[in-house]
């Protein structure tokens, strides 16, 4: 790596941004950025040590683009930080996707299915990977993976859309299917667990223009 370079050669080197690093700044001349340089290399600051430490495992910018690419070109998203055991929060964007590879996947929820839930305030996603079945259940704000739903809004049109590419990437490729196309499941509500749940191996493809909920106009 090139940093490992740079710190054989000089332990004291130094990494810096206008914008993170004190002394520096856009409008400023090149004396004074040298001398905002030289004040962080000769008290020790910005060293290039921890920098290295705390970016020790991202790999160098062109093995991810080869990487993305990769992804691509068989039709799935890019996720670009190593899988390092933690869980994932497949509904929230934590800056390890670029925002094209994030909106490559996304889940909508029809209207129907809250109403069919009592219209609950959260929701969660359940995924039997052998069966190849997704499920949408009802749950409390304090449990794990929570997801509140959105209010319905009268006049406005209502869309429950959920770019949730880590869980969205696993079930795509369970099931075989390429981000080109979109998919339609009907579900079947069971009263007694509190959840609709999804055939995935009954999915159909539908037309991109037919992504939306036939429910959610304005009312």
């Not at 070109?73 to 933690?86: K, L």
């Not at 995924?127 to 499920?135: D, G, M, Q, T, V």
């Not at 579900?187 to 959840?195: D, Q, T």
């Not at 223009?209 to 429910?215: E, H, M």
Request: hydrophobic share 35%.
């Amino acid at each position: 790596m090139r940093l490992a370079e740079i710190q054989a050669t000089d332990p004291k080197a130094v990494v810096m941004n206008g914008y993170y690093s004190g002394y520096l700044g856009e409008e400023i001349s090149v004396d004074e950025l040298a001398a905002g340089v030289r004040h962080h290399y000769e008290n020790g600051l910005s060293n290039i040590a921890p920098f290295m430490e705390a970016h020790d495992d991202v790999p160098p910018p062109e093995v991810l683009e080869k990487a993305r690419a990769k992804a691509h070109e068989a039709g799935r998203p890019f996720y670009e930080c190593p899988y390092n055991g933690e869980d994932i929060d497949p509904y929230v964007y934590d800056g390890n996707m670029s925002v094209e590879d994030y909106e490559l996947m996304r889940l909508l929820v029809y209207y129907a299915t809250i109403r069919a839930l009592g219209c609950s305030n959260y929701i969660r996603f359940l995924y039997n990977s052998r069966k190849k079945r997704i499920a949408i259940q009802i749950c409390e704000e304090i449990d794990r993976e929570a997801i509140r739903v959105p209010e319905k809004t009268e006049g406005e049109r209502y869309q429950f859309d959920i770019s949730s590419s880590p869980l969205l990437s696993v079930i795509y490729k369970h099931c075989g299917w390429t981000t080109d196309q979109t998919f339609s499941v009907m579900g079947i509500l069971h009263e007694k667990y509190h959840l609709v749940e999804y055939n995935l191996l009954s999915a159909k493809v539908i037309s991109s223009d037919q992504f939306y909920d036939p429910d959610g106009k304005g009312v």
